[in-house]
């Protein structure tokens, strides 16, 4: 069950005030939260008319459930247990007495910027630590060396502001931050100590690497046919060589770059062209409104494809120097189809377990035209992929939807095979100018970007499921 968790100046020491409404029987005297346990004295149908909630807490269940049941704790034990002022959780009983939860830890790097002080996630975290309140999950936020320090950050709905202080440890985490800068030391302490004790339910940011989810899925022999021909390149001299076997190839970062640094190298008779997508700095004589209106346009107008003709073995080497990518995945180019007079395009799906995995959203990403990739920080834009399959694919999307869901369900089951349970998985596919379906990447931390603009109901949806699996992965029961 859900309950209404208020803290109280009127209760002394570890006190709970306990209504009939509850129901549960006490069998014992602890009371349980993350990873805090300690004894309480359950007081079961006492007087309640002089409880006065404590400083943060309101004495009306408005924010919640006015359906609730009430219980009252004693400040102490509030602040001992590590709970906020008033929340909602669910509670259990059992023979040591009461356990409330879950808390939901979510680690992301933590930025510069006051106003956004964890970039591009801010806006998902708060809106997450909202619903979650409404369902009865307490969600905090982490960052690196929280094992060091234990303390993370908690929102405050009324004011708007982000709160640090003492945590527990949660019952369950989830990563949502792939690199940590120079942040990355304590991030790997804090993200081993997570997985050595079960409590990380996000895949490892090794699946975030192409040629490791290469490897893995060329090994299942149902998925393999549905990768593009891909080698590890160790140098220069590698790429050039598996140009010259290709004729037409990608060369990318083996961990993710928002599709900047992604380089398509094209042998034509004697000499090889190659392409890139590159940011251009805004004109200094252009005011930031008139920038900002530029941006708004379909596509992001301070991104344009470039284009450079390398003549030899040492160009290449330099030209792949001066970008980053001394190591990196060679893949054989999938011709993906057009979409009408715009660019490329191909799929993200969005995979989310809730006992099987589930597909939750189906987004297409349409490239500019001419553009060498379709991601929407290279100024791709989304669209509901049903619509562009109909288009596309007008007697057939049926069929061919049912493929993509097909091979995307089976990546992900084959992932928890893998690495073991994780919430949630973005999956890059698309279909190739044959029609037949071909896989690129997982992202390990799928955002809710494209979902925010393109079908805000279904975002909230999948941020209700993330919430879902937790109460399912902690052991709680919803309602």
Known sequence: MIVRVVSSQSLLNASVWVPKEVGLTLQGKKVRYANRCLTANFRVNSPVARLRPSSGATDTPCLLNAELPTVYMSSHLQQQLGLPAETCLHLQSNAMGWVLGPCVGVYVRKEADPRRIFGEQTQLLSDLIQMGRHMGVDVVVLTPGFWREQRGWRFQVKSGDWEWGPVPYPDLIFRRSGAYHQQESEAAVDLQHFRNDGRLHTLPRICGDKWRFYQDMH?????????????????????????????DVYVKPLQGAQGLAVIRLVWQQNRVLAYWEDRMQPDRTTTPRQFHLRRSDLHLPNVRTKNKEIRNLQECESFLRSHGLRRSIVQKTVVLPYLEDQGPYDFRWLIQFSGEPRVMARVARVGRPGSVTTNIHTGGVALPAIEVMRRTYPSSWQGKLAELDHIALKIAKELKRIYGPFAEVGIDLALDADGETMVFEINPTPGRRMLRTLDPELRQLSLTALLEYAISATGFHSG
């Open 219 to 247: 090994h299942h022999l149902d998925l393999a046919t549905h990768l593009p021909q891909s080698a590890r390149a160790t140098s220069g001299a590698h790429v050039w060589a598996l140009l010259k076997r290709y004729r």
